[in-house]
Protein backbone atom coordinates (compact mmCIF):
# COMPACT_ATOMS: atom_id res chain seq x y z
CA UNK A 1 0.00 0.00 0.00
CA UNK A 2 1.27 3.60 -0.60
CA UNK A 3 2.50 5.14 2.30
CA UNK A 4 1.19 8.76 1.50
CA UNK A 5 -2.08 6.95 1.77
CA UNK A 6 -0.90 5.19 5.04
CA UNK A 7 -0.24 8.16 6.63
CA UNK A 8 -3.09 9.96 5.42
CA UNK A 9 -5.64 7.45 6.62
CA UNK A 10 -4.27 7.43 9.62
CA UNK A 11 -3.33 11.21 11.01
CA UNK A 12 -4.90 13.49 8.20
CA UNK A 13 -8.80 12.37 7.96
CA UNK A 14 -9.43 16.29 9.04
CA UNK A 15 -12.38 17.73 6.94
CA UNK A 16 -10.88 20.02 3.52
CA UNK A 17 -7.64 18.41 4.10
CA UNK A 18 -5.68 18.28 0.40
CA UNK A 19 -3.32 15.69 -0.46
CA UNK A 20 -1.79 13.46 -3.43
CA UNK A 21 -1.84 9.69 -4.18
CA UNK A 22 0.70 7.81 -6.11
CA UNK A 23 3.40 9.51 -6.45
CA UNK A 24 1.57 12.84 -6.18
CA UNK A 25 -0.29 12.01 -9.36
CA UNK A 26 -3.50 11.91 -7.85
CA UNK A 27 -5.20 14.63 -6.22
CA UNK A 28 -7.56 14.64 -3.22
CA UNK A 29 -9.33 16.57 -0.74
CA UNK A 30 -11.29 15.71 2.08
CA UNK A 31 -14.80 17.11 2.10
CA UNK A 32 -16.09 15.38 4.83
CA UNK A 33 -14.86 13.31 8.10
CA UNK A 34 -16.39 11.41 11.08
CA UNK A 35 -16.45 12.65 14.44
CA UNK A 36 -14.54 11.78 17.67
CA UNK A 37 -16.61 8.10 18.40
CA UNK A 38 -18.01 7.83 15.18
CA UNK A 39 -17.70 4.61 13.11
CA UNK A 40 -19.00 6.07 9.88
CA UNK A 41 -20.69 9.34 7.81
CA UNK A 42 -24.51 9.47 8.72
CA UNK A 43 -25.85 10.72 4.89
CA UNK A 44 -29.01 8.40 4.96
CA UNK A 45 -31.89 10.44 4.17
CA UNK A 46 -34.30 10.65 7.11
CA UNK A 47 -35.29 14.18 7.74
CA UNK A 48 -37.94 16.21 5.54
CA UNK A 49 -36.41 19.27 5.07
CA UNK A 50 -32.87 17.80 2.92
CA UNK A 51 -29.91 19.62 3.89
CA UNK A 52 -31.29 20.80 7.11
CA UNK A 53 -28.69 19.54 9.73
CA UNK A 54 -25.64 22.16 10.60
CA UNK A 55 -22.62 19.85 8.52
CA UNK A 56 -24.95 19.70 5.48
CA UNK A 57 -24.11 15.87 5.38
CA UNK A 58 -27.65 14.46 4.49
CA UNK A 59 -28.81 13.65 1.36
CA UNK A 60 -31.04 15.76 0.07
CA UNK A 61 -35.35 14.26 0.27
CA UNK A 62 -36.96 12.22 -2.83
CA UNK A 63 -39.24 14.55 -4.64
CA UNK A 64 -42.50 12.91 -4.65
CA UNK A 65 -44.24 11.25 -7.97
CA UNK A 66 -45.47 13.48 -10.17
CA UNK A 67 -49.69 13.59 -10.15
CA UNK A 68 -51.28 12.03 -13.33
CA UNK A 69 -52.80 15.51 -14.36
CA UNK A 70 -48.65 16.48 -15.06
CA UNK A 71 -48.22 13.80 -17.04
CA UNK A 72 -48.75 12.59 -20.71
CA UNK A 73 -52.13 11.94 -22.13
CA UNK A 74 -51.66 9.36 -24.50
CA UNK A 75 -54.46 10.46 -27.20
CA UNK A 76 -53.32 7.86 -29.78
CA UNK A 77 -51.99 4.15 -29.74
CA UNK A 78 -51.79 2.46 -32.77
CA UNK A 79 -49.10 -0.03 -34.47
CA UNK A 80 -48.01 2.75 -36.77
CA UNK A 81 -48.77 6.02 -34.31
CA UNK A 82 -48.38 6.62 -31.36
CA UNK A 83 -49.64 10.32 -30.36
CA UNK A 84 -49.23 12.26 -26.74
CA UNK A 85 -50.31 15.57 -25.33
CA UNK A 86 -48.65 17.43 -22.45
CA UNK A 87 -49.81 21.18 -21.53
CA UNK A 88 -46.97 23.82 -21.73
CA UNK A 89 -47.54 25.28 -18.20
CA UNK A 90 -44.27 27.81 -18.20
CA UNK A 91 -45.06 29.65 -21.91
CA UNK A 92 -48.47 28.75 -22.20
CA UNK A 93 -47.60 27.86 -26.28
CA UNK A 94 -48.26 24.69 -28.10
CA UNK A 95 -45.10 22.69 -29.38
CA UNK A 96 -45.25 19.34 -31.15
CA UNK A 97 -42.47 16.72 -31.66
CA UNK A 98 -42.26 14.23 -34.37
CA UNK A 99 -40.06 11.19 -34.57
CA UNK A 100 -40.06 9.10 -37.52
CA UNK A 101 -37.88 5.49 -37.09
CA UNK A 102 -37.11 3.50 -39.88
CA UNK A 103 -36.22 -0.37 -39.17
CA UNK A 104 -33.26 -1.72 -41.14
CA UNK A 105 -32.74 -5.28 -40.11
CA UNK A 106 -29.13 -5.65 -41.82
CA UNK A 107 -27.84 -2.12 -39.88
CA UNK A 108 -26.15 -3.52 -37.16
CA UNK A 109 -25.21 -7.11 -38.62
CA UNK A 110 -21.44 -6.60 -38.99
CA UNK A 111 -19.30 -3.47 -38.11
CA UNK A 112 -18.91 -1.92 -41.22
CA UNK A 113 -23.15 -1.79 -41.60
CA UNK A 114 -22.95 0.04 -38.85
CA UNK A 115 -20.01 2.31 -39.48
CA UNK A 116 -21.81 2.88 -43.45
CA UNK A 117 -25.10 3.96 -41.41
CA UNK A 118 -23.73 6.41 -39.37
CA UNK A 119 -21.85 7.88 -42.38
CA UNK A 120 -25.20 7.82 -43.99
CA UNK A 121 -26.80 10.15 -41.13
CA UNK A 122 -23.66 12.04 -40.99
CA UNK A 123 -23.95 13.04 -44.76
CA UNK A 124 -27.86 13.46 -44.35
CA UNK A 125 -27.53 16.02 -41.76
CA UNK A 126 -24.76 17.96 -43.70
CA UNK A 127 -27.15 17.94 -46.52
CA UNK A 128 -29.62 19.04 -44.36
CA UNK A 129 -27.59 22.00 -42.99
CA UNK A 130 -28.82 25.74 -44.60
CA UNK A 131 -32.88 24.06 -44.47
CA UNK A 132 -32.30 22.99 -41.06
CA UNK A 133 -30.50 25.82 -40.00
CA UNK A 134 -33.05 28.45 -40.76
CA UNK A 135 -35.83 26.35 -39.65
CA UNK A 136 -33.43 26.84 -36.42
CA UNK A 137 -34.33 30.13 -36.67
CA UNK A 138 -37.83 29.90 -36.60
CA UNK A 139 -37.82 27.49 -33.83
CA UNK A 140 -37.61 24.30 -35.24
CA UNK A 141 -35.19 22.16 -34.75
CA UNK A 142 -34.12 18.37 -36.01
CA UNK A 143 -31.57 15.67 -36.02
CA UNK A 144 -31.18 12.03 -37.52
CA UNK A 145 -29.71 9.38 -35.37
CA UNK A 146 -28.44 5.94 -35.75
CA UNK A 147 -29.66 2.87 -33.46
CA UNK A 148 -29.58 -1.29 -33.74
CA UNK A 149 -32.86 -1.03 -34.81
CA UNK A 150 -32.47 1.42 -37.89
CA UNK A 151 -32.73 5.60 -38.33
CA UNK A 152 -34.85 8.15 -36.37
CA UNK A 153 -35.60 11.00 -37.31
CA UNK A 154 -36.13 13.44 -34.91
CA UNK A 155 -38.04 17.35 -35.61
CA UNK A 156 -39.66 19.38 -33.00
CA UNK A 157 -40.47 22.99 -31.67
CA UNK A 158 -42.73 25.77 -32.33
CA UNK A 159 -43.40 25.92 -35.71
CA UNK A 160 -46.43 25.39 -38.15
CA UNK A 161 -43.94 24.61 -40.40
CA UNK A 162 -42.82 21.08 -38.33
CA UNK A 163 -44.58 18.74 -41.16
CA UNK A 164 -42.32 20.87 -44.25
CA UNK A 165 -39.20 20.63 -42.48
CA UNK A 166 -40.05 16.71 -42.01
CA UNK A 167 -40.71 16.04 -45.41
CA UNK A 168 -37.29 18.16 -46.71
CA UNK A 169 -35.18 15.70 -44.33
CA UNK A 170 -36.96 12.89 -45.47
CA UNK A 171 -36.84 13.59 -49.13
CA UNK A 172 -33.34 14.23 -48.81
CA UNK A 173 -33.13 10.79 -46.72
CA UNK A 174 -34.49 8.72 -49.59
CA UNK A 175 -32.50 10.27 -52.03
CA UNK A 176 -29.67 7.91 -50.80
CA UNK A 177 -31.34 4.84 -51.64
CA UNK A 178 -32.25 6.08 -54.99
CA UNK A 179 -28.69 4.91 -56.84
CA UNK A 180 -26.20 2.09 -55.49
CA UNK A 181 -23.53 3.77 -57.44
CA UNK A 182 -23.60 7.33 -57.50
CA UNK A 183 -24.34 9.63 -54.00
CA UNK A 184 -26.96 12.05 -54.74
CA UNK A 185 -27.14 15.46 -56.23
CA UNK A 186 -27.67 17.41 -52.78
CA UNK A 187 -24.41 16.06 -51.59
CA UNK A 188 -21.93 19.11 -52.45
CA UNK A 189 -18.31 17.56 -54.06
CA UNK A 190 -15.84 16.89 -51.29
CA UNK A 191 -18.43 16.64 -48.16
CA UNK A 192 -18.34 12.88 -48.76
CA UNK A 193 -14.60 13.17 -48.22
CA UNK A 194 -15.01 15.45 -45.14
CA UNK A 195 -17.24 13.84 -43.82
CA UNK A 196 -15.71 10.53 -43.89
CA UNK A 197 -12.35 12.51 -42.53
CA UNK A 198 -14.84 13.23 -39.75
CA UNK A 199 -16.15 10.31 -38.94
CA UNK A 200 -12.90 8.30 -38.65
CA UNK A 201 -11.45 11.57 -36.68
CA UNK A 202 -14.95 10.56 -34.07
CA UNK A 203 -13.76 7.16 -33.83
CA UNK A 204 -9.79 7.61 -33.03
CA UNK A 205 -11.09 9.59 -30.55
CA UNK A 206 -13.51 7.14 -28.68
CA UNK A 207 -12.26 5.60 -25.60
CA UNK A 208 -9.06 8.26 -24.64
CA UNK A 209 -11.21 8.72 -21.23
CA UNK A 210 -11.46 5.65 -18.82
CA UNK A 211 -15.42 6.01 -17.94
CA UNK A 212 -15.95 5.95 -22.04
CA UNK A 213 -13.44 2.71 -22.71
CA UNK A 214 -14.45 1.08 -19.31
CA UNK A 215 -18.73 1.68 -20.41
CA UNK A 216 -17.96 -0.17 -24.38
CA UNK A 217 -15.58 -2.95 -22.58
CA UNK A 218 -18.73 -3.82 -20.29
CA UNK A 219 -21.28 -3.50 -23.82
CA UNK A 220 -18.87 -5.34 -25.69
CA UNK A 221 -18.82 -8.34 -22.61
CA UNK A 222 -22.47 -8.00 -22.84
CA UNK A 223 -23.31 -7.73 -26.80
CA UNK A 224 -21.63 -9.75 -29.15
CA UNK A 225 -23.24 -7.08 -31.65
CA UNK A 226 -21.66 -4.26 -30.23
CA UNK A 227 -19.16 -3.06 -32.76
CA UNK A 228 -16.15 -1.34 -30.87
CA UNK A 229 -14.56 2.05 -32.95
CA UNK A 230 -11.70 0.03 -33.84
CA UNK A 231 -13.56 -2.52 -35.71
CA UNK A 232 -15.33 0.37 -37.54
CA UNK A 233 -12.63 2.04 -38.92
CA UNK A 234 -10.44 -1.25 -40.08
Not at 47 to 68: C, E, H, M, T
Amino acid sequence: MDSSFVEMSHHNTIQDFEGTLEGKRIKFKVLAAPKAGQVSLNCYDDVDDGYADKDNLRFPSIPPAQAKNRLPNLVINTKFLKLWHLQDRKFKRPKAEFRLTFICPYINKGAKYRACAELLAMLCSDACTETCYLASVCELNSSISVSDAGFTIRVHGYNDKILDLTNAIMATFFSFFQSTKHLPSCIISGRFEKNLESLLRKYCNMGISSSSLCGNVRLRCLRKDHWSAYSKVS
